[in-house]
């Protein structure tokens, strides 16, 4: 069978709506299950995957032109150079054959762009699902649900079993910032067109949903969660409105820096995080004098120490790196790093440090040019004069998601792959469907 006749059979099939609306369930049924019940999330996955391979095998003249898929087969490519170089370089310590899903995960978002077919309701049932998941997974992993919420309000720090506690509160953070947009918006809507009986119910199921995400961030006393959320909330909307063209609708950015840092401020003064600052004091008086060599192993400066271990190995491969899975040699055969640390802590709590140490400069640099590109797209989404609305949610995710990733390695875990590519693929779902347009009508013309 030649490629035409295999494409005349496989594009109608891939093309209609009711396979498209298949691969939605599909991919809201991962949002919902992926970690909840990992189980049937992976049934829902691989369904995804499969479809996901037809249509890229469909769309094979366009989509490879694409600077995301690119970025991936560089990021496959990089992992390959990384493995040749630590087989060079450390052989006793590279592993046997390269593996590619570590940077290859990352760009799993392109599939979920491509099935949102560009739509806002198929983005906003989406993020839906993913709030659902996140509450869902909270009460299946917990030995007790509610025994949990009753000693987070007794002041106790609390995980639902989430991996840790920051990884409850880094979805409690994103669950945040998207509801409280929501919430400002809902008002703003409400006030534009007179109609604020039709939309009081919604808002107000959404300030409940959102007390339950403040309580857990609140609970888990996650520190860079609140950093991340505070700088997100300052810089995002300042950005959008220096970036914008035309002016910006103020009545619905300003509500909504105000209502979030208000709301962070109030969070932020409780006396478990002022504590836990303050019992870390003489971490940060020894980073300032330069003195590491006396930094402490509380929280903080255990990151501090494992970064200034993680540099000296980067210093030695710095374009290629180490390979794959080398901070688990890192911090094992560290002599500085005291034994109960080297036994109990297997990553470096930063994601970009550890694809520098792996994958080297240019590892990082596919991967910071990967958030760039993902801002660039949301450029010209809308209309001259109208709100653009993904640009606005995508620098307030973006900056959130570049402020954790610098304390905790999210991006490879697989709560923060959920985060990474239900939100990159939702945000650039938009500009992958206008340029695939855009290129089969250049075809047909």
Same mark, same amino acid.
């Given at each position: ?20 609306n ?10 919902? #299950? ?21 249509? *890229?095998?469909v ?24 493995? *040749? %170089? ?7 310590? &590279? +592993? ?9 995960? #990352? ?13 806002i309701?198929? /983005? ?28 987070? *309000? ?14 409850s ?38 300030m409940?949903? %959102?007390?339950?995400?403040?309580? /857990? ?7 860079q969660?609140? #950093? ?11 950005i ?5 063209? %035309? ?7 300003l ?5 979030i840092? /208000? ?11 002022? %504590?836990?600052?303050?019992n ?12 590491i ?5 509380? =929280? ?9 271990? &993680?540099?000296?190995?980067? +210093? ?67 209309? =001259? ?9 995508? #620098? ?6 570049? /402020?954790v ?20 693929? =939702? ?19």
């Amino acid at each position: 069978m030649t490629l035409n006749a295999i494409d005349s059979k496989l594009s109608p099939m891939i093309n209609s709506k009711n396979f498209s609306n298949l691969m939605l369930i599909c991919l809201l049924g991962y949002a919902i #299950l992926k970690y909840a019940s990992r189980t049937y999330g992976d049934i829902f996955q691989s369904f995804f995957v499969f479809g996901s391979i037809l249509a *890229i095998y469909v769309e094979r003249k366009n989509i490879f032109k694409d600077k995301m898929l690119i970025s991936l087969f560089l990021a496959l490519i990089i992992q390959v150079l990384s493995w *040749i %170089n630590a087989t060079i370089q450390i052989p006793q310590l &590279a +592993q046997a054959i390269p593996e590619f899903g570590q940077l290859g995960n #990352l760009f799993f978002f392109i599939f979920i762009a491509y099935w949102l077919k560009g739509r806002i309701t198929s /983005v906003y049932l989406l993020w839906f699902s993913m709030l659902i998941g996140f509450i869902l997974s909270f009460y299946l992993h917990s030995d007790n649900f509610i025994q949990e919420i009753i000693n987070g *309000i007794n002041g106790a720090r609390i995980s639902f079993n989430i991996n840790n506690a920051q990884h409850s509160s880094l979805w409690s953070g994103l669950a945040f910032l998207l509801i409280s947009y929501f919430i400002i918006k809902c008002f703003y809507l409400a006030t534009k067109t007179n109609q604020t009986k039709k939309y009081l119910g919604f808002i107000f199921g959404l300030m409940l949903i %959102n007390l339950f995400f403040i309580f /857990v961030i609140l609970s888990t006393q996650t520190r860079q969660v609140f #950093l991340g959320l505070i700088v997100s909330s300052i810089l995002a909307p300042i950005i959008y409105s220096i970036s914008q063209k %035309n002016k910006p609708s103020l009545k619905l950015v300003l509500p909504l820096i105000t209502m979030i840092i /208000v709301t962070l401020y109030s969070m932020s003064n409780i006396s478990t995080l002022e %504590n836990r600052t303050i019992n870390e004091s003489s971490t940060y008086k020894a980073l300032l004098r330069g003195d590491i060599d006396h930094i402490p192993y509380d =929280s903080s400066g255990t990151r501090i120490n494992i970064w200034y271990e &993680a540099y000296g190995w980067i +210093q030695e491969r710095p374009i290629l790196g180490s390979g794959q899975d080398i901070r688990d040699d890192v911090i094992l055969l560290s002599k500085r790093i005291p034994e109960n640390i080297r036994t109990t802590i297997n990553h470096l709590h930063n994601s970009f440090i550890e694809v520098t140490l792996s994958y080297g400069i240019i590892g990082l640099a596919i991967i910071l040019f990967m958030f760039y590109w993902l801002l660039h797209s949301t450029k010209q989404l809308t209309p =001259s004069g109208q709100f653009n609305e993904i640009r606005l949610i995508a #620098l307030l995710f973006l900056i959130y998601w570049f /402020v954790v990733n610098n304390f905790e390695s999210y991006l490879f875990s697989t709560t923060g792959l959920l985060v990474h590519n239900i939100m990159f693929g =939702s945000i650039y779902t938009f500009y992958l469907t206008e340029q695939l347009k855009n290129k089969e009508n250049e075809t047909t013309i």
